[in-house]
């Protein structure tokens, strides 16, 4: 046996459902490996379909597919070092395929690895759409045991140490995993963990790139036993290394390579909103966007974000003003939209909204104006940027931060209208803050300029609708570090209520807060998916029920 073994890892990007497209990946990453001279190349946790694949992964003719794909794989990639790529596999007999990781060489299939614990929490639902597999032992490539815990096994200490006893010398470990504010530090203590127990390498690769609403940060990384870092790929990005492994006394080290930066907080999950949003669009065939742009801060951050992930000129900015909108407002938009240099269009709805106003006059007569009024000016907004998507082909954003989502203070068909919102788990005071970072940082990856790109005429004024005269959000919500403190405890770490009054805060106002969250589930059922940046992100990490009478008592 030779005393060096060099493993291609490939953290790339697939797009659901495009098995031709994935499997043109992988044969490329192959070629890679073979042209560095690798023994084996690696894939992520389900890299020929892409993840998750939902229920699309229990119709069987969607994984005879992808047995196809794989079938062609193994026969393409014959000459040259070993494959290894996650795809779902249905065994005769069972209800539902398995998540499973399949290593080809010379032709032939030499190991078919099957996950064994499933995750069933925050996002995940694999035991709805998977079968348990038995513990896989290790495979020998090259000579050199190579186990393979498949993401969720690598995180018990019972499938690595079943691997360790039977021969593993080598840990690989293929990931799906998606990305939360703080996340590869979870990942750390667990991986660092399973190398301290088992005395043994792990090479962590994750997938990268945006799935609906979930971001997948890449950031995968080689750990020595004992837990020593010897590579750290980079966040956010498609990238291939080439880890060396030497036999020593003490069996197999990897050769300390390179160690890419590791973005945190305010970084990481800014440009977690860039590549979700890059990637919704273009995995769903969109290369434009649209926003209402209306002066405020939630507008001009997700105008930043879109025209960072597409290009400045594929963003366009419309302003809506109405005999509410001040000069302020419409100078704060246009100043915006200048210094990303994105198109700023202005399309008044004074004359709709007479026109509107004239229908409903006799359904309205005797009553006095109010919600149904200023929601008007909402929904005609809604209506005329959605002309302006269909019309156009752009995609429209919406623009309601996670503050917003969660106590309904916003229009459903209104400014709730839209294919994708990138702030929808962002609090507002969160907002600020990446305005501010936004405002004082620029990166390779970002598409528009460096500079201050939110004016800080923007973040500083009172937040406000501006569906009425003299307006501002805390006539009807308490100051924002008020209202996200609340809804960070009732919804983030789920507290009681006299949790959250033992805190400090009124009880009147963190009732009145319950009650708005629970109101309000309706609006979210039916809002744009956005970017997941926490554990508690609104549609799979949190899933309550529409009608519902039950409130916190204590």
Known sequence: MSSTFRLTIAQLNPV??????????????????KAAGADMVALPEMFLTGYQPQDLVRKPAFVA??????????????????????????????DKPHNAWFVFEAGRTVARVLKH?????????????????????????????????ICEDAWFEDVAETLAETGAEILVIPNGSPYFTGKQDV???????????????????NLVGGQDDQVFDGASFVLNPHGKLTHQLPAFEEHIDHIDFELGEDGWV????????????????????????????????????????SGGVDSALVACIAADALGPENVRCVMLPSEYTSQGSLDDAATAARALGCPLDNVPISGPRAAVSEALGPFFAGTEPGIAEENIQSRLRGLLL???????????????NKSEVAVGYATI????????????DMYKTRVFDVCRWRNANHRPWMQAPAGEMIPVS??????????????????????????????ERLIDRELSVAEVVADGYDRETVKRVEWLIYISEYKRFQSAPGARLSQRAFWLDRRYPIVNRWRDPS
């Open 386 to 400: 959605m002309a302006l998507s269909n019309k156009n082909g752009e995609m429209l954003l919406t623009t309601g």
């Open 16 to 33: 659901m459902g495009d098995l031709e497209g994935n499997a043109d990946k992988a044969r490329a990453a192959w070629a890679a490996g």
């Open 413 to 424: 068909y209104g400014d709730m209208s839209g294919g994708y919102n990138p702030i929808k």
């Open 254 to 293: 990897a050769v300390e390579g390179e160690k890419a930066h590791a973005p945190e907080g305010i970084e990481a999950d800014y440009h977690a909103t860039v590549l979700a949003l890059r990637d919704y669009m273009g995995k769903a065939g969109f290369k434009k966007a649209l926003l209402g742009m």
């Open 117 to 149: 614990h499933l995750p069933n929490y925050k996002v995940f639902d694999e035991k709805r759409y998977f079968q348990s597999g038995d513990v896989s032992g290790p495979y020998r490539i090259k000579g050199v045991g190579i186990g393979t815990p």
């Open 458 to 487: 923007i973040i500083d004024k009172p937040p406000s609708a501006e569906l009425r005269p003299d307006q501002k959000d805390e006539d009807s919500l308490p100051p924002y570090e008020v209202l996200d403190a609340i809804l």
């Open 65 to 94: 597919d992808c047995a196809r794909h794989l079938e062609a794989l193994a026969k393409d990639c014959a000459d040259g070092p070993a494959l290894g790529i996650g795809a779902p596999w249905w065994n005769e007999g069972d």
């Open 187 to 205: 990942r750390f203590a667990h991986i660092v963990s399973r190398t301290v127990e088992t005395g043994l390498p792990a090479v962590y690769l």
